[in-house]
């Protein structure tokens, strides 16, 4: 037999191609580098900055955690914004998904629109929802609580709204057989099926809002993000690196609750 | 040759799993073990070529170049090149699934290789259409180009034997090769082993006692962390029943018996 | 008898979890100053609001389109640069490869980056580097190492040590190993978490380019500034178009290029 490899798989046609892609990409980023004045050499020569800065941060200042009273309720206004957005958002996402779903909906025009509605919704930016509600209800945690919820319906509805659909028909089948209305079927043959996955993206969505409140209060004028703001404004770098500090154990100490409080009501499903 | 001096293996928990196993095989010999589950067998392959590091005993191993190397006090680039000389395949053949049968032939000679070539570039025409002869060698060269995932079990097999080759060992191991692979495959397999036994000390792990008996020519019971029997390929039933204890059902203990009936009828018809 | 108890049980423990999160959230309401009045007197503000936002103000378009591609560049380079640097983390990161002290002080390394919202990066970078894209490109690529990373590290640990044994058997050197036992069998899933981090990407290019990056974001939060409501909305839809396209050009792409990946 005559043993011959074909161009294509040749070794060194192969190596001709992965380089060719190599230096096309490589030429992208060169060229972007160049467009946005992105200097390479800027992370060396401006790099000091970058180091003064740090030789400014510290030692940082934790006595601003609790000497200023502000800092303080502003700790509480992020978890706070987090914690209520979430809740009211995870509540009306479910309640939409239900309407959104094959199975649950009153009518399928009705499923149609609130599909679409959801859709448009979770492509929006926070950007956005958030600056609508800074002119509505003005500065302040409410517009940045509003605006999570707001995301959290766009992020679960469709989430949800599956989850419903996928739910076991065995069940709900037998709830309607024994002669139950609408709602009652949803009561006790839906929601017991859907309840821990629910439970489960509430926690998941909290830790993503815990991110997104502080994020979004350097827009609001709520909450620890704006704190750094303002301290990094202001110049007060030590400032700036406690509550920064403090952020971060603040989101690893909730990961670790939720976590936790996951476990303990998955594991007892306490909820029926 | 390799020369397996008392070797002994205990957990870090202090339970000693091989107490002692000493052999030598030279080249022309194709050697095959069994013995139960738990034995111990697939350890003392594993310290042939330094996947495992016996607690006390050595593994010296001598290649075609007459070099002796003392596997298991040899670390870095020394066990490296020593590697390159030992073909292994294994139960699970353990290719690259997204590679290419060639590719994965190919990979044999990396520790020949120069380091930065091999990362960077990659292979040379030439190492292909060598990878390719070997591939022919062992049958499966149309299937040169297709990811090794999308093959079947005798045929990656194969190709993980074309691997072994591709090193140009001085010895080949072989833990468990067939034994995720049906009786025909099974039997295609070992009759491509077989041949190389001419050239280099063959060791493999079986568990099948048929093939044992028709392919190898000395046979090395491990029961318990001991080598209770090595001697010739001729095996009895009442000797199987002695090393696997209740493992072996009365059936596979018959075609121990026939197997070696079935052997003699064929010497014969030589 | 016993059934009672525990059913009782169970009711207790259910008006307990009710009690306990309504009780939370009162407290929460207090805290973000929640108060229905305002809301309610929101509502026409808000909805009045939007009535100055239509119609679009479409001559603005045209001066949207370079922002724009601006914030998709940045989102592009930020993701290459990130997924490269996620790449070594993860060999890092991951037990198979890096000894356990290397594994875990990567491991925490990239969790405490999970933990910083990437706008606190951009104005720590701001106050040192000035505004501009230059700082959003770096703080928006350390976002990418924490998420990538550890998908990427994960991706690594998963593989089937059998067949890198192998490979190191036929006597292959460590970054050997890696280039041809890791690498083929991660890349499916490295390239379809990079499509997905990309996704990703563009909306925190928008968000960052409020606070300073440049592109569309930056134009939005001036058309706010500036009060010109209608370009804000042009800005909007702009953005939305990109937020959309993006979407589902990584589902194609991820289709296309590596269907076998595991995403998450």
Known sequence: MNLTIEKQYLPSERYKKAITYVTILFLVVVGLSIYFNFDPWLFITDFHFLVDLLGEMTPPNFEVLWKKQKVFSSILQTISMAFLGTLIGGTIALGLAFFAAKNTTPHPAVRFFVRIFLSIERVIPNLVIILVFLISVGLGPFAGMLSIAVGTIGMFGKLFADAIEGADGDPIEAVYAVGASKLQVIRFGIIPQILPSFIANLFYAFDINLRAAIGLGVFGGAGIGFEIHMAMKLMRYKDALALIFFTIILICLFEKISDYLRKKTMGQDILK | MIDVRNITKETREGVQILKGISFKVEKGEFVGILGPSGAGKSLTMRCLNGLTKPTTGEVVFTDNQNNAINITSCRGKELRLARQKIGVIFQGFNLVKRLSAIDNVMIGQLGNMNLFRSLFYGFTDREAMQALKVLEKVKVAHLAHRPVGSLSGGEMQRVAIARAMYQQPSIMLADEPIANLDPNNARKIMQLLKPLADEMPIVGVFHQPEIIQEFCTRIIAIKDGNIVRDGDNKITRSEMRDIYGAELSEIELNRTEHSAVSYQLSALGD | ?264
Do not use: H
Not at chain 3, 9 to 16: E, S
Not at chain 3, 136 to 164: H, K, Q, W, Y
């Open chain 3, 1 to 264: 008898m016993e059934y009672l108890i525990y059913r009782r049980k169970k009711t207790l423990n259910k008006v307990l979890v009710v009690a306990g999160v309504s009780f939370l959230a009162y407290w929460a309401a207090i805290s973000c100053k929640v108060d229905l009045s305002i809301f309610w007197q929101g509502i026409p503000k808000g909805i009045e609001f939007i009535g100055f936002m239509f119609p679009p103000d479409w001559e603005a378009l045209l001066e949207m389109i370079y922002p724009a591609i601006e914030t998709v560049l940045l989102a592009f380079m930020s993701t290459i640069v990130g997924a490269i640097l996620s790449f070594f983390f993860a060999l890092a990161a991951a037990s198979n490869v890096s000894p356990p002290w290397l594994r875990n002080f990567s491991r925490f390394l990239l969790a405490t980056e999970r933990s910083l919202p990437e706008i606190i990066i951009l104005l720590l970078l701001i106050s040192a580097l000035g505004l501009g894209p230059f700082p959003g490109v770096i703080a928006m690529s350390i976002g990418c190492i924490g998420m990538l990373g550890r998908l990427f590290g994960d991706a690594m640990e998963e593989i089937n040590p059998a067949t890198l044994e192998s490979i190191a058997s036929v006597g292959a050197r460590r970054w050997q190993v890696i280039r041809y036992g890791i690498i083929p069998q991660v890349l499916p899933s490295l390239i379809a978490n990079t499509i997905f981090r990309f996704e990703v990407n563009i909306r925190l290019s928008v968000l960052l380019g409020a606070v300073g990056a440049g592109g569309i974001g930056y134009q939005l939060f001036y058309s706010f500034q500036v009060l010109e409501y209608q370009r804000a909305t042009t800005a909007i839809l702009v953005i939305l178009i990109l937020v959309f396209t993006s979407e589902r050009l990584s589902k194609l792409l991820i289709k296309k290029i590596a269907p076998e990946a595991k995403l998450k």
